[in-house]
């Protein structure tokens, strides 16, 4: 089958943000860990359902709603020794590839794009399954992680602590809650 004729056949589900979450975190200190998420994302998926290897995921995160429960740390986030909103407002998702499909469990590849940076990276993720909501809408739901280096993405304002080490991690676990409602003519809150 061709990709063209392929694509026709995938179903198209709506990123529900209002049931969704995208988040991350990233060491402080060396031991705790500071928690954040992003309040504004959209983003699309399509498969045929039951076959995840047909899985398309496509995801884009405003970068000037991120949050960590402290504006003081959240303003220093937006500015240029972190994400730069002003120059770099989206961080972005498109998945590549499935890999390793073993029941619900599978790897999505893709391109991540951050700070002007793209790279392909790899999330193992889960597929939690397809259910009818009370209001006629068809939703899938899945979860993913991966963890990357943020130097890889131009991200590396930092301070060496007296005792060694570093302030904040190099390392950043990114973890994803997606619910989607399938796409039709009839399209309902919930």
Do not use: C
């Not at 979860?143 to 007296?162: C, I, M, P, Q, S």
Request: no cysteine; net charge negative; aromatic share 8%.
């Amino acid at each position: 089958m061709s990709t063209t004729a392929q694509t026709v056949d995938l179903q198209e589900y709506k990123v529900d943000p209002a049931h969704s979450r995208v988040a991350f975190a990233v060491r402080h200190l060396g031991f705790s860990k500071v928690r954040g998420s992003f309040s504004s994302f959209d983003g699309t998926v399509r498969m045929e359902p039951g076959d995840l290897s047909t899985l398309e995921i496509q995801g884009t995160i405003e970068a000037k709603t991120v949050s960590t429960n402290d504006e003081k740390r959240d303003a220093h986030l937006r500015s240029a020794d972190f994400f730069d909103v002003e120059n770099y407002p989206k961080i972005t998702f498109t998945s590549t590839e499935v890999t390793d499909v073993n029941d619900d469990t599978f790897a999505l590849v893709g391109d991540f794009s951050l700070h002007g940076e793209t790279k392909r990276i790899e999330l193992d993720a889960v597929f939690l399954g397809e259910t009818e909501d009370p209001w006629g809408g068809t939703r899938v739901g899945f979860e993913a992680g991966t963890k990357v280096n943020r130097k890889d993405f131009g991200l590396n304002w930092n301070v060496a602590l007296e005792a060694g080490g570093l302030l904040v991690s190099e390392q950043v676990e990114l973890v994803l809650e997606i619910q989607a409602v399938l796409e039709t003519d009839n399209q309902n809150e919930g």
